[in-house]
């Protein structure tokens, strides 16, 4: 059974860092794109970022590039998302998603994680 | 950018046909896929590529595509069919590959 467990959410103020995590099991973590999605408090889901099998290739929404870092440990079985530079504009429950291919350039998600939630607030 | 727009909100009574749909420019070239989210939960995949269901997915769930739309359609509706709905697909350029419709509430009279 595919299983994706996010953690490292919580409260942090503007202009902090977070780093989440996603621990995934239940399928060859290697060989699959996964991505970061999330959901602001009342509207609808936004996609952050994707990486692909071996983590060579990143992509990354307009609103967050420069700011968040996507990354993957394919030995732990675990996705990363570094975020620098928050605003309250990224207060959001994310949600880890399991790609169908490898590449990360353009995929669905089959699977999710239950999601954690970053709140950006003095 | 590039936008996907569906109806805020579809309603129906038990029973009836709901069609939710969700415009696109680029959507006679790239194909569509829909997520179901209930209150408090994650997203879940419906329907993928346009028409094809993932397994656990009652068949009265169905999707299609024509031009520049895509519908998800929900037949016999259920009370526990209430939920928002996603589309999702990429642009035509490559630049905009994940993109997410900005969501439809079905409600269940």
């Known amino acids: 059974e595919v299983q994706l467990l996010e953690s490292g959410g919580g409260l942090v103020q503007p202009g902090g860092s977070l780093r989440l995590s996603c621990a995934a099991s239940g399928f060859s973590f290697r060989t699959f794109a996964l991505s970061w999605v999330r959901q602001a408090p009342g509207k609808g889901l936004e996609w952050v970022s994707a990486?692909?099998?071996?983590?060579?290739?990143?992509y990354y929404s307009d609103s967050v590039k420069g700011r968040f870092t996507v990354s993957r440990d394919n030995l732990k079985d675990t996705l990363y998302l570094q975020m620098n530079s928050l605003t309250a504009e990224d207060t959001a429950v994310y949600y880890c998603a399991k790609g169908n291919q490898a590449s990360g350039a353009e995929d669905y998600f089959a699977y999710w994680g239950q999601g954690t939630l970053v709140t950006v607030s003095s | 950018s590039y936008e996907l727009t569906q109806p805020p909100s579809v309603s129906v009574s038990p029973g009836q046909t709901a069609r939710i749909t969700c415009s696109g420019d680029?959507?006679?070239?790239?194909?569509s896929y829909w997520y179901q989210q209930k209150a408090g939960q994650a997203p879940v995949l419906v329907i993928y590529k346009d028409s094809e269901r993932p397994s656990g997915i009652p068949e009265r769930i169905s999707g299609s595509s024509s031009g520049t739309t895509a519908t998800l359609t929900i037949s016999g509706v259920q009370a526990e069919d209430e939920a928002d709905y996603y589309c999702?697909?990429?642009?035509?350029?490559?630049?905009?590959?994940?993109?997410f419709g900005n969501g439809t509430q079905l409600i269940v009279l």
């Open positions: 680029a959507l006679p070239k790239q194909y």
């Open positions: 999702q697909s990429a642009d035509s350029t490559g630049k905009y590959n994940y993109v």
């Open positions: 990486i692909n099998y071996n983590g060579q290739s990143r």
